[in-house]
């Protein structure tokens, strides 16, 4: 790399979000380059390697990677970038929760049955009225597809196209920008679907149901609770989805530039104009700079004074979700036994909230769905707190330190024991095990406090535009609409990038994928 360098368009960062954005923007033949500051793709979402074990580094739940055409803008942007990534299929996954230990699947009857089986008819007919009641919203929230907008006037024909579904669910759709608390207290009085229906509101968003907007459980309405529906792991694990992106980007002639941090986004007559790497090298941009970096890291790489002074204050007091601690294992499977679900949910108390630090365990064994993953005989686990772990807890410790070490031994016992009611002697058969904490996710994610993400509650309004006060600077990912989660973040890049395209070649691409 030269000391200098030249582009159309600078993505800062290589999150599913920024990757999205980026290969789309080569798709519709931009000279695009993306400074990722790690040496892997992928930001919370890349995978790595131990000794033979393939981990996730983040999400573990995925759905409507199979499906042609797709709801999910994850799917819809590989469609347009023309990668596809094999998937295994299946519908089942664990749970161990206060009322006991069962499995569950998605659709809709084998969910009544449990029900029925732990609360009664009352339950089940409060279900099935909470079906028919969402039913107008999913068909609002999928009626107008993300891949659609753009942040020009040419949305008016990209989005006239699906004007009819519009109009037919107008009603509907002005409740989706809503809290899903709003219509779940309408329809749930039983305890335990309500606090079921938080748990996957946090899942989904990393806020419970009264700060969680309608769209996001009605797309999960859409996709979970169909007949005949299933979840889709891809072959590889999230690294394979990641790999999908890049081979989408360098396919259409963009640039994928690793160890290039960014310091600082170069700004001449009060617009951004290119990015200042850590290494004293620059990069410049004739069209515009996007960062995929969270509100708070994207702040920190603009001049003081380039944009206002309130605009800085209210986008830095955003409020933000928690962190997270991981368990990444790779065990001994000999003997283990063979009706091992992929994935679990543990759920100590429901009635200290579901946000409570502690409280909600995920375990994801992806490896028995793809023994690609893991050596002959083997498995690989990941285990996290899913957005509950506080920062301040470890604010300011050394990670060389003693107390670090104490801290990772103590707040990492809720995993194990979460663990060991799935693999009773875990630990015995551990042969690679690695602890993540908050300052994990910080240093390796480059992600302020190591945070989820903005915490910004459906009652509040909807997540920020991409648009920025400063000229040529646009915003993707988990700190923009749509949110937080790999379709929302998909579909910020998509966002952006249409909005570069013309008018034409994003009415093209809509043809392409079909929705």
């Known amino acids: 790399m030269n000391a200098e360098q030249n582009t159309d368009i600078i993505v800062i960062g290589s999150g599913i979000g920024g990757l999205s954005c980026a290969a789309m923007l080569a798709k519709y033949g931009f000279n695009v380059t993306v400074c990722e500051s790690h040496a892997i793709a992928g930001g919370a979402a890349h995978g790595f390697e131990r000794n033979g074990y393939k981990f996730d580094s983040g999400p573990s739940l995925y759905s409507g ?5 797709s709801s999910n803008p994850l799917q819809q942007v590989l469609a347009a970038i023309g990668e596809e990534l094999p998937c295994v299929k299946y519908d089942t996954w664990g749970c161990c929760l206060p009322e006991g230990d069962f499995d569950t699947s998605v659709g809709a009857e084998q969910f009544c049955e449990v029900l029925q089986r732990l609360r009664g008819d009352n339950a089940v007919q409060e279900w099935r009225e909470l079906q028919q009641v969402m039913i107008p919203y999913s068909q609002a929230a999928t009626g107008l597809p993300m891949s659609a907008l753009r942040l020009d006037l040419g949305a008016v024909r990209t ?12 009603t509907n759709a002005r ?8 219509i779940m207290d309408e329809v749930v009085g039983d305890r335990f679907i309500r606090n079921w229906l938080n748990m996957l509101c946090f899942l989904l968003s990393g806020l419970p149901a009264d700060g969680t907007n309608t769209a996001e459980v009605a797309f999960m309405f859409a996709d979970w609770y169909k007949p005949g529906v299933k979840l889709d792991y891809p072959i590889g694990g999230s690294a394979a989805l990641v790999d999908a992106l890049v081979r989408g980007l360098k396919k259409h002639n963009g640039n994928l530039i690793f160890n290039a941090h ?8 009060k617009r951004a104009v290119g990015v200042r790497l850590r290494n004293g090298k620059t990069i410049h941009a004739s069209k515009a700079v996007i960062s995929n970096a969270s509100v708070w890291d994207t702040l920190k790489l603009i001049p003081l004074d380039a944009i206002p002074q309130k605009y800085r204050q209210q986008r830095q007091a955003t409020p933000e979700c928690d962190s997270f601690m991981h368990l990444h294992l790779g065990i001994d499977a000999q003997g283990i036994r063979r009706d091992l679900a992929c994935h679990y949910i543990f759920v100590k108390d429901w009635k200290v909230g579901i946000t409570t630090p502690q409280n909600l365990i995920v375990i994801s064994i992806p490896s028995v769905l793809d023994s690609t993953l893991a050596p002959p005989g083997k498995h690989v686990i990941h285990v996290y707190t899913p957005g509950n772990e ?4 470890w604010k300011g410790m050394s990670r060389d330190s003693q107390e670090y070490k104490q801290q990772k031994e103590m707040r990492s016992q809720v995993m194990w024991e979460a663990l060991e009611k799935i693999i009773p002697d875990i630990r015995k058969r551990c042969e690679v095990t690695l602890v993540g904490t908050p300052l994990t996710h910080e240093r390796f994610l480059r ?7 903005a915490a910004i509650r459906a009652s509040e309004g909807l997540f920020p535009s991409a648009k920025t006060p400063l000229a040529g600077l646009f915003c993707c990912g988990d700190s923009t609409f749509p949110g937080i989660g790999l379709p929302a973040v998909a579909a910020s890049g998509m966002i952006v990038a249409n909005t570069f395209a013309s008018v034409e070649q994003h009415l093209q691409m809509l043809q392409e994928i079909g929705v």
């Open 65 to 69: 990677l199979s499906d042609s055409p």
């Open 175 to 182: 409740k989706l920008t809503g809290p899903f608390s709003q």
């Open 159 to 170: 989005m006239g196209r699906y004007a009819p579904s519009m109009l037919r669910h107008a």
């Open 262 to 269: 960014v310091e600082e986004i170069i700004v001449e007559n």
């Open 447 to 453: 992600r302020h406090n190591g945070s989820y993400g």
């Open 390 to 393: 506080p920062y301040q807890l």
